[in-house]
């Protein structure tokens, strides 16, 4: 979650520490891209953007937590997914993701 004035981004504790940086990374891309908040949730008070906002976010992170030149660092030293995963505190699902937008391919 992210509040821009004073600038915050709050994380749930209760989240893996891979989820967590992933979030952080997530928050960092709309701050890079400069992406508006629409509006907040009522229900929840997240803020709410674009849906094309959301999928750069989401894509820009998943570049900054394994960039493509690590992910083939990791495929020359034979790293397992699991291992990749490990390495750069990231989930399993987001070693396959980077993977296939990457088409680089892990074992
Ligand atoms: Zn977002």
Not at 17 to 38: C, W
Not at 47 to 53: C, F, H, K
Not at 76 to 99: G, K, L, Y
Request: proline residues 6%; positive net charge.
């Amino acid at each position: 979650m992210i509040s821009q004035n004073p600038f915050r981004i709050v994380n749930n504790p209760r989240h893996t520490p891979a989820r967590r940086e992933s979030n952080l990374m997530h928050e960092f891309g709309h701050l890079l891209l400069r992406h508006k908040i629409v509006r907040f949730d009522p229900n929840t008070g997240l803020p709410l953007r674009r849906q094309t906002d959301e999928d750069e976010a989401t894509y820009l992170a998943g570049c900054f937590q394994i960039p493509r030149r690590g992910l083939l660092w990791a495929v020359q030293r034979q790293m397992t997914q699991m291992e990749i995963a490990v390495h750069f505190n990231a989930s399993e699902e987001m070693v396959q993701f980077r993977s296939n937008v990457t088409g680089v391919k892990i074992r």
